[in-house]
């Protein structure tokens, strides 16, 4: 059964700075790796999707990788802002489509 | 214009009451799914439907039945609630039931059994 592990759990850093957030998995038998963002009291909102057949994706500052072998993904943040401060999910699909979550990541970029 | 829209948002009910938790997706999209997270943070799905037909339900306990009267609605209906029921409900859509595809979720379901 598929473990989605998220490393750190929380992360506070000051604006402006690079950051990585990590996400393992056990079973490298997926169809893709989705990274959410999920603000307090909200749902969440996909941000990157990448394909097992690729080894990254690009959206604004935003920068996912994908090693099925090694059963590891980053999510790169350049240039952190304040209104980044959310909890980063990533999720492995396999099979029909449903997701396995890992806890999150709980960002705090702090002005 | 909401693509995943869920209603209601907050509910806070007694312990054996029956209740109900509406999701709509204005996407075009086949497959709808419930995921439910916990008080510790932890998403975990429920159920799938592709085109009204259920395809996977996770161990959830027959007191949770979800209705899909179209594809473009999931319906959860849960009997005889229990304090261990509150939780945040998500529904989401995703055009079709193989991986490959975004997974959209609406806002959440806020449920307190009290």
């Known amino acids: 059964k598929q473990e989605v592990t998220q490393i750190p759990a929380a992360l506070s850093v000051p604006e402006g700075e690079n950051l990585v957030l990590n996400c393992s998995f056990t079973d490298s038998a997926i169809y893709n790796l989705q990274w959410f963002r999920q603000d307090p009291g909200k749902g969440l909102t996909s941000l990157l999707l990448i394909q097992s057949s690729q080894r990254e994706q690009t959206s604004g500052r935003l920068n996912a990788s994908l090693d099925k072998s090694s059963g590891r993904s980053t999510l790169y943040i350049a240039a952190s802002q304040p209104g980044d401060s959310a909890t980063y999910l990533c999720?492995?699909?396999?099979?029909?489509?449903?997701?396995?979550f890992g806890k999150g990541t709980m960002l705090l970029v702090s002005p | 214009d909401t693509a995943v829209s869920q209603t209601p948002k907050y509910l806070v009910t007694q312990m054996g009451n029956d209740k109900s938790i509406k999701c709509e997706q204005n996407?075009?999209?086949?497959?709808m799914y419930w995921y439910k997270q916990d008080s510790k943070k932890f998403l975990k799905i429920m159920f799938s439907y592709n085109n009204k037909e259920l395809i996977i339900n996770e161990t959830v306990p027959n007191r949770f039945s979800p209705k899909s009267p179209d594809k473009a609605h999931l319906n959860l209906h849960i009997n005889s609630l229990e304090l261990g029921d509150s939780a945040v409900y998500f529904c989401?859509?995703?055009?079709?039931?193989?991986?490959?595809?975004?997974?959209?979720f609406g806002e959440g379901s806020w449920l307190t059994v009290v």
């Open positions: 989401a859509s995703s055009q079709d039931l193989w991986g490959g595809n975004t997974i959209y």
């Open positions: 999720a492995t699909a396999a099979g029909y489509s449903t997701l396995t």
């Open positions: 996407l075009g999209h086949d497959t």
